[in-house]
């Protein structure tokens, strides 16, 4: 198998979604996977757009002291995490799996199971990925700036290949300084963004013929 350069990319959120929008649980509390095959479907559509009222669960059952959180502050770290088309075309479907549980076993052993807050799979679009949502706790605290700093960023460029090719996946770590897994991400994120305009004006000129419907029949049945 050609070995593929892959490291998870990471942005920061200031919001998060409602816990029972976000997530799923098992009976023991822990995330499970959600896999999406269809970017119309309600949970893609929730996950990018129906932002609810901040949940602090996370926050608030691990929080030492009595000091409210920022509205500022950031919530949860997002890891972004996939490979080329290539490396997944090699993979069957129950690789392809194994591929996203691995990654995510690594990333709860890092940060904590109690700290993930989703852990979603999209296999609709050219190349798999996760969207893995950290809550930046430490201590007792919200520190995403402490957790998510320039020496954590360099361990997961250098750990996260390494942890993969012990699981059987023949991935490389990515050039030091290199800014092209940020180029790629870039580009992988545009394309995402307008896929979703395209999909919401569609869906709005849906709606706007289903309010003239309506309006046309309210006017009629009170009119006769």
């Not at 499970?32 to 269809?38: A, Q």
């Not at 993979?91 to 993930?116: A, H, T, V």
Request: hydrophobic share 30%; proline share 3%; glycine share 4%.
């Amino acid at each position: 198998m050609e070995r593929r350069r892959t490291t998870p990319h990471i942005r920061n959120s200031p919001t998060a979604l409602s816990n029972k929008n976000r997530q799923k649980k098992n009976r023991k509390g822990s995330v499970t996977f959600t896999v999406i095959g269809n970017s119309n479907s309600t949970v893609w559509r929730l996950y990018f757009y129906f932002f609810a009222l901040f949940d602090y669960e996370i926050i608030e059952s691990q929080k030492t002291g009595t000091r409210k959180t920022r509205k500022d502050a950031v919530l949860v770290n997002e890891l972004l995490v996939t490979s080329d088309r290539d490396f997944f075309e090699q993979l069957d479907p129950g690789e392809q799996k194994r591929f996203f549980e691995e990654s995510y076993k690594l990333f709860s052993e890092r940060y904590g199971k109690q700290n993930i807050a989703y852990a979603t799979v999209h296999n609709d679009e050219q190349t798999p990925h996760m969207h893995l949502g950290v809550v930046p706790m430490r201590d007792g605290k919200l520190q995403g700036k402490n957790v998510f700093n320039r020496q954590e960023l360099l361990w997961l460029q250098d750990k996260f290949p390494e942890h993969m090719k012990k699981q059987g996946f023949e991935l490389k770590r990515g050039e030091r300084g290199s800014d092209r897994k940020h180029i790629e991400t870039a580009k992988f994120k545009k394309q995402t963004l307008e896929k979703e305009i395209d999909f919401l004006e569609k869906n709005l000129a849906v709606k706007k013929d289903e309010w003239t419907a309506y309006s046309d029949k309210v006017k009629s049945d009170f009119f006769l």
